[in-house]
């Protein structure tokens, strides 16, 4: 049995040597991406509110001039419209996470569907209680769905 035991030992160490050296080669090349006309700059900045917390910009999906943010103190979602030049915040929609302990803490955008996007919101509780995602449809920032997700629901986004 011992001997079995050292010949099985010495099979997967040389098998396990072998991959190692075998997956090292100096014949891969690097390939670098050069962006000739890559320009980030600021070009404006507005506020979205006193102790707002504005955070999380997500672009939409299906749109050349379009972003949203949650400004999470205030329970705000708002949509900027943008340009190479500038920008201006367009809609906004005052949201209610259901608590006063309650914040927006993470947002994502999808694809356009029937049309449509929609936002989904993460609402955390900072009073230990159940957390959830608030789907909003972005045109007109109706609610049409939340779902309890559990403590912590920036673990689901």
Not at 66 to 80: E, M, W
Not at 83 to 92: L, M, V
């Amino acid at each position: 049995m011992n001997r079995l035991l050292k010949i099985a030992f010495s099979t997967i160490m040389a098998f396990g040597l072998v991959f190692f050296v075998g997956c090292e080669s100096e014949d891969d090349a690097v390939v670098e991406t050069v962006y000739d006309s890559f320009d980030i700059r600021a070009v404006m900045s507005l506020t979205a509110g006193t102790d707002a917390n504005a955070e999380i910009v997500r672009t939409v999906p299906g749109t050349e001039d379009q972003a949203v943010f949650v400004s999470s103190a205030i329970s705000r979602l708002t949509v900027i419209n943008y340009t190479t030049s500038g920008f201006t915040f367009g809609s906004t929609y005052d949201l209610d996470a259901g608590s006063a302990t309650a914040e927006m803490t993470s947002i994502d955008v999808s694809i356009p569907i029937g049309g449509e996007n929609y936002v989904a919101v993460c609402v955390a509780n900072t009073d230990c209680a159940v957390g959830k995602i608030m789907f909003v449809k972005l045109s007109d920032g109706t609610v049409v769905s939340e779902v309890d997700v559990g403590y912590n629901p920036d673990g689901t986004a």
